[in-house]
């Protein structure tokens, strides 16, 4: 479930910030959020979470902003919180249908009855998501909505021999389904998402544990032991660079990451 974040975001009330942006990509360009979310504790950490899976996100705090973005911007989609202060997330919804805008919308809220839930999709919404939430079932709903607006096939990512279905959550190695335990699996999938980029053990860790206490920096090596025995001699590897961070990567004429 979302962790407590404990620091504030570097957010400026003077319109949408772009968090980050990855190099993973599983169509032509990067899927791109406009994220609608005043708590700013969930908002810093969740633009951080759908970046490092290879999101692009922007973030804005205030119903009218998040109206102007989404009129504006070029999002493949809005994850809209209700309770927004300047306008709330049912009059930014009803406003943004009423002017004709198709962005897909996924609204995030506390407010967890079924008069809320069906009251809000027929005002426009997509789909509805009730805090707490996973995050893998957030970035596997926006995966959902962006690939049926886009009238795109389900991605896949790739590096070498190794795919990962991001519908199924399924490896192969090589066309063979690999049996990882859960902690195996969301290490490899956070490298996957980012092939060819080191990542930190700070990143590293928070992908895989999220918001587990006292989890001790052995354990990340631990299962980083194991996932390199796993892919020993199989076209791919896992790779170390000095000060940066691990990076999952091809073996010489095994071929590169999916585009």
């Not at 809000?120 to 079932?137: C, I, N, S, V, Y």
Request: aromatic letters at 4%.
């Amino acid at each position: 479930m979302l962790p407590q974040p404990t620091s504030q975001p570097p957010f400026s009330r003077g319109g949408p910030t772009r968090i980050g942006a990855s190099q993973a990509r599983t169509d032509n360009r990067p899927m791109h959020i406009l994220l609608a979310e005043d708590e700013h504790g969930l908002g810093e950490w969740l633009s951080r979470a759908l970046a490092q899976s290879g999101f692009r996100v922007d973030w804005v705090d205030d119903g009218r902003l998040a109206e102007r973005a989404a009129l504006d911007g070029d999002h493949d989609a809005l994850v809209l919180d209700l309770g927004l202060p300047g306008r709330d997330g049912h009059e930014v919804l009803r406003r943004l249908r009423a002017a004709g805008a198709t962005l897909p919308v996924l609204v995030l809220t506390a407010r967890d009855s079924l008069a809320e839930r069906v009251g809000t999709l027929h005002e426009g919404a997509d789909d509805f998501l009730p805090k707490p939430f996973a995050l893998a079932e957030l970035e596997a709903r926006l995966g959902a909505l962006i690939r049926r607006s886009r009238g795109r096939a389900q991605p896949r990512l790739a590096c070498g021999p190794l795919q990962f279905d991001t519908a199924a959550r399924q490896f192969t190695l090589a066309g063979e389904p690999l049996a990882l335990s859960p902690r195996e699996h969301g290490l490899l999938r956070a490298l996957i998402v980012r092939s060819g980029e080191p990542m930190g053990r700070a990143q590293l860790l928070e992908r895989v544990f999220g918001d587990e206490e006292e989890v001790q920096p052995a354990a990340l090596d631990v299962l980083m032991h194991r996932l390199r025995r796993r892919l020993e001699g199989s076209g791919v590897h896992i790779r170390t660079y000095r000060g940066l961070g691990h990076a999952l990567e091809p073996d010489p004429g095994a071929g590169g990451a999916a585009p």
